[in-house]
């Protein structure tokens, strides 16, 4: 059964904590994406990678880190630097740029 | 300007209504074109990927995109309650990342 897996499904953590988000897909897509989903707004790409050990940072990077081991994982790291963590956290991945993309169910991540 | 608009809605229509959701984009070297379905709390499924102009049907579901005018449609017949949920466009350039609208609420009634 290919798809996408995040987890947890709900992340909650005190103002000034580190905390990371998993992604793993079993499509064999060479990309992965990690999209940030607030009301009202567009989902907006944090940071992307088309291949194993490299990635590259979307529109909003500040205050988040991912790494790429594997191909079928892309964990986000949202560290205390990010000013507002409070938001739904989606990841995607697709066969290359401008290919469909899938996207995982989602984490929602509450600050306070 | 944003790249890629979408009225926010919420559009509300009978069972049975042909609904019609739109986007505008501003760059004219978009080329890539998706639509998702997003229910609440739940990751976007995709419903359509399109490229270039022209007309694209699955099922109940038919894509358009006009590049003269920037303009592209989701048309949906014979609505459902379960298509209850918010629609998202994309556009994309050729080898680049994909821009998203905000959304379209849609409510279709009993």
């Known amino acids: 059964d290919g798809g996408i897996t995040q987890s947890p499904k709900y992340l909650f953590r005190k103002e000034g904590q580190n905390v990371t988000l998993s992604c793993e897909q079993n499509?064999?897509?060479?990309?992965m994406y990690w999209y940030r989903q607030d009301p009202g707004q567009g989902l907006r790409l944090i940071y992307y990678?088309?291949?194993?050990?490299?990635?590259q940072k979307g529109d909003i990077a500040e205050g988040y880190s991912v790494s790429r081991e594997k191909k079928e994982s892309f964990p986000l790291t949202v560290t205390s630097a990010q000013k507002n963590p409070t938001a739904f956290y989606l990841c995607?991945?697709?066969?290359?740029?401008?290919?469909?993309?899938?996207f995982g169910p989602g984490t929602r991540l509450t600050v306070t | 300007q944003k790249e890629v608009e979408q009225d926010p809605g919420p559009l509300s229509v009978p069972e049975g209504a042909i609904v019609s959701l739109n986007c505008t984009y501003s760059?004219?070297?978009?080329?890539?074109f998706m639509w998702y379905r997003q229910y609440s709390r739940k990751g976007p499924e995709l419903l359509m990927y399109?490229?270039?102009?022209g007309n694209k049907e699955d099922g109940r579901f038919t894509a358009q995109v006009d590049k003269s005018s920037k303009y592209i449609s989701l048309f949906i017949r014979d609505s459902q309650p379960s298509d209850s949920a918010t629609y998202l466009c994309a556009s994309a350039p050729y080898g680049q990342n994909f821009v998203f609208g905000p959304g379209t609420r849609l409510s279709v009634l009993p």
């Open positions: 499509l064999n897509h060479d990309a």
């Open positions: 760059n004219s070297a978009f080329q890539y």
């Open positions: 399109t490229y270039s102009s």
């Open positions: 995607a991945s697709s066969n290359g740029i401008s290919y469909e993309q899938y």
């Open positions: 990678s088309q291949i194993v050990n490299d990635f």
